[in-house]
């Protein structure tokens, strides 16, 4: 163990003890506290020191773990988006037909909106903070946000609906402002909303 180990572990102790959270890879420890801190403060508005002293850190095991503030804002994205494609894997895995998948995925969306300190979609609000498209926070999203559509617009095809490029488009649009709408009005409403709006889209599109 070397002596920043050595600090890292002195300064974690309390906190292992209290969570069982030791046996943790210390890279997923930091990104489990820019998690947090990201989502909830904003990525530019946190520094490199606030997430080592969350996680009660040195500096060197910081940076051992991702040479610049950047690397974790892209590490902790992806994971986000791992997560999301999880949930449409696990959805396509439990529902009988496409409209459930499709209600599912509402509801889901309805669900996280209603949660305690909910603030919108992290990836919109990354491409907010990033503008340069040429970033790479900003090609995590756009990769992400292509991932997305693309799924949406298989459960189209398998539907029949023409165009399911286009719709898929229009039904992401939805999306962002279920998220946007969760986070400036009723939560609560959200999930019905969502569902509804879809499914107008996609039996318009099968009358034309």
Partial sequence: MTRDDTADAAGYGAHSAATGAGAVPMRERIIDAA?????????RAVSADKIVARVGITKVTFYRH???????????????????????????????????????VAAAIGAESCTPGFRGCPFINAAAEYADPEHPVRRVVDRHRRWFKGAIAELLDELGVPGSDRVADELVMLRD????SGYLSDPGSVADALYAAGRAVIEFSLSR
């Fill in 177 to 180: 402002g279920a998220m946007v």
């Fill in 35 to 43: 998690t947090e801190l990201f989502y909830g403060q904003g990525l």
């Fill in 66 to 104: 991702f040479p610049t503030k950047d690397d974790l804002i892209v590490a902790y994205l992806e994971r986000r988006a791992q997560w999301e494609r999880d949930a449409v894997a696990g959805a396509r895995a439990a529902a009988g037909s496409v409209p459930e998948v499709f209600r599912m």
